[in-house]
């Protein structure tokens, strides 16, 4: 264990670097927006420019790797999300910031997707649920500790944004001076509406709706922490709670869906999601604590949904289409995302702040009634037909790399069905020793 966790050291350090940065600009943002009278319209639309760079990253990003490798690509990747943050410090402009957080969306999805394949590639499937455990905690932790630094510094001037830059290059080092084989073909989702929803209509709506919410609440939540009157400190542990208290509440919860229906266990943390909404509309919090209280409620609620469905779908899916499953699921979230930014924004526009949990209460009531509804239609299925529930980070990171890494039995015939005459090892920079020596034998033979 130790042996596998040393060999991919420098990976992980890389992915954390990326995702202190990420941590910090998606904070930063939104706060110094506020700071700058920009309505909660146009900080919606933040939101809804990062989900659309980034669904076009997990799409895009697989090509580009092919076409010029993978160290190439991620320095690529690294210098876009730089210039994005640069860029946001000198052009203090909403429509701006709109256009560079998609050019930001779409670096952070490339740079993880090639960070992820890495590790996909140095991971045996025996070992890959412990190195996806390991690469989930120090992302969460990295992240949450991006947000934090906030707190620290002054968001009105251009520091915390070099700050930023600064990390998304050191995450160039790790992974620049790697000697590892080159990866297999990056994974690409594909979006199949037709079939997912004859395979589980649930996971469909709650799926997309389930983005709306967390999109929303993801991309706003620093805003309506600002708007109620938190400090910045206050805003950080604000958001910060939502994140870790939904991580933790996976444990349980995962327990509870691999021993009950799935469905029962979505329509359970909907009834808690609405609850909380309604804390958060009829009590707005009035202090620091309340706040964080409240927030840790609501992100142990909505950061579930989605594990909870995947593995729902993936037990009415052929065990050899897990990866198009569970991708197809991850484009329909990244949808939804792009709806819930917007929509929270008008609300809060026309409603003051409590109209971001008008639109994710919305949500969730229709998560409630649907789920509600398709348990009249359809079996449950039999507990010796379940898959493993596995837990997904409440941070919206995740990519069709990070499935294979998080599901250690699906068959190579995945991927090799759909690369099938591509070189393994597309980029010459990369080639080892070993993998030489490899070749030359082969001459000789």
């Given at each position: 264990m130790s042996r596998s966790l040393f060999s991919i050291a420098s990976l992980l350090l890389g992915s954390a670097?990326?995702?202190?940065?990420?941590?910090?600009?998606?904070?930063?943002?939104?706060?110094?927006?506020?700071?700058?009278?920009?309505?909660?319209?146009?900080?919606?639309?933040?939101?809804?420019?990062?989900?659309?760079?980034?669904?076009?990253?997990?799409?895009?990003?697989?090509?580009?790797?092919?076409?010029?490798?993978?160290?190439?690509?991620?320095?690529?990747?690294?210098?876009?999300?730089?210039?994005?943050?640069?860029?946001?410090?000198?052009?203090?402009?909403?429509?701006?910031?709109?256009?560079?957080?998609?050019?930001?969306?779409?670096?952070?999805?490339?740079?993880?997707?090639?960070?992820?394949?890495?590790?996909?590639?140095?991971?045996?499937?025996?070992?890959?649920?412990?190195?996806?455990?390991?690469?989930?905690?120090?992302?969460?932790?990295?992240?949450?500790?991006?947000?934090?630094?906030?707190?620290?510094?002054?968001?009105?001037?251009?520091?915390?944004?070099?700050?930023?830059?600064?990390?998304?290059?050191?995450?160039?080092?790790?992974?620049?001076?790697?000697?590892?084989?080159?990866?297999?073909?990056?994974?690409?989702?594909?979006?199949?509406?037709?079939?997912?929803?004859?395979?589980?209509?649930?996971?469909?709506?709650?799926?997309?709706?389930?983005?709306?919410?967390?999109?929303?609440?993801?991309?706003?939540v620093a805003v309506y922490g600002h708007n109620i009157g938190l400090s910045v400190s206050g805003v950080a542990?604000?958001?910060?709670?939502?994140?870790?208290?939904?991580?933790?509440?996976?444990?349980?919860?995962?327990?509870?869906?691999?021993?009950?229906?799935?469905?029962?266990?979505?329509?359970?943390?909907?009834?808690?999601?609405?609850?909380?909404?309604?804390?958060?509309?009829?009590?707005?919090?009035?202090?620091?604590?309340?706040?964080?209280?409240?927030?840790?409620?609501?992100?142990?609620?909505?950061?579930?949904?989605?594990?909870?469905?995947?593995?729902?779908?993936?037990?009415?899916?052929?065990?050899?289409?897990?990866?198009?499953?569970?991708?197809?699921?991850?484009?329909?979230?990244?949808?939804?995302?792009?709806?819930?930014?917007?929509?929270?924004?008008?609300?809060?526009?026309?409603?003051?702040?409590?109209?971001?949990?008008?639109?994710?209460?919305?949500?969730?009531?229709?998560?409630?009634?649907?789920?509600?509804?398709?348990?009249?239609?359809?079996?449950?299925?039999?507990?010796?037909?379940?898959?493993?529930?596995?837990?997904?980070?409440?941070?919206?990171?995740?990519?069709?790399?990070?499935?294979?890494?998080?599901?250690?039995?699906?068959?190579?015939?995945?991927?090799?069905?759909?690369?099938?005459?591509?070189?393994?090892?597309?980029?010459?920079?990369?080639?080892?020793?070993?993998?030489?020596?490899?070749?030359?034998?082969?001459?000789?033979?």
């Amino acid at each position: 264990m130790s042996r596998s966790l040393f060999s991919i050291a420098s990976l992980l350090l890389g992915s954390a670097f990326l995702f202190f940065a990420g941590g910090l600009t998606g904070m930063l943002l939104p706060v110094r927006g506020g700071i700058e009278g920009f309505s909660s319209f146009n900080l919606g639309l933040l939101g809804t420019g990062w989900a659309v760079g980034y669904v076009s990253g997990c799409l895009l990003v697989p090509q580009l790797v092919t076409r010029v490798g993978h160290i190439r690509a991620f320095s690529v990747m690294a210098a876009m999300a730089c210039i994005s943050v640069l860029m946001s410090s000198l052009l203090v402009l909403p429509y701006a910031w709109i256009i560079l957080r998609a050019l930001a969306g779409f670096a952070f999805a490339g740079a993880a997707m090639i960070v992820e394949g890495w590790l996909v590639e140095r991971s045996e499937p025996e070992s890959r649920g412990m190195i996806f455990g390991t690469y989930t905690m120090v992302n969460l932790f990295a992240s949450t500790a991006g947000q934090m630094v906030i707190a620290i510094g002054s968001p009105e001037t251009f520091q915390l944004f070099t700050v930023a830059c600064i990390f998304y290059v050191i995450a160039l080092l790790p992974t620049a001076l790697t000697k590892s084989q080159a990866p297999v073909p990056l994974a690409r989702a594909k979006l199949n509406v037709p079939r997912l929803w004859k395979n589980s209509p649930v996971a469909v709506i709650a799926v997309l709706l389930t983005g709306i919410s967390n999109g929303s609440f993801g991309t706003l939540v620093a805003v309506y922490g600002h708007n109620i009157g938190l400090s910045v400190s206050g805003v950080a542990l604000f958001v910060s709670a939502s994140i870790l208290a939904g991580a933790a509440a996976q444990i349980p919860i995962g327990f509870l869906s691999d021993m009950i229906d799935r469905r029962l266990v979505v329509i359970v943390i909907a009834l808690v999601a609405i609850a909380s909404d309604s804390m958060f509309v009829t009590h707005a919090p009035t202090t620091t604590t309340i706040a964080v209280i409240y927030s840790a409620i609501f992100g142990a609620a909505v950061y579930s949904f989605y594990p909870v469905l995947v593995a729902h779908a993936n037990d009415h899916a052929d065990p050899s289409e897990g990866l198009q499953t569970s991708g197809g699921l991850l484009l329909l979230m990244g949808c939804g995302t792009m709806i819930g930014p917007l929509l929270g924004g008008v609300l809060m526009s026309v409603q003051g702040p409590n109209g971001l949990f008008v639109s994710t209460t919305m949500a969730h009531i229709g998560i409630l009634l649907f789920t509600i509804w398709r348990m009249t239609q359809r079996v449950a299925v039999d507990d010796e037909d379940k898959g493993q529930f596995v837990p997904i980070s409440p941070m919206r990171t995740r990519t069709p790399q990070t499935i294979l890494l998080a599901d250690g039995e699906i068959a190579e015939e995945e991927l090799s069905d759909d690369y099938e005459g591509e070189s393994l090892a597309s980029d010459p920079l990369e080639s080892t020793p070993d993998r030489a020596d490899e070749e030359t034998e082969a001459e000789k033979q």
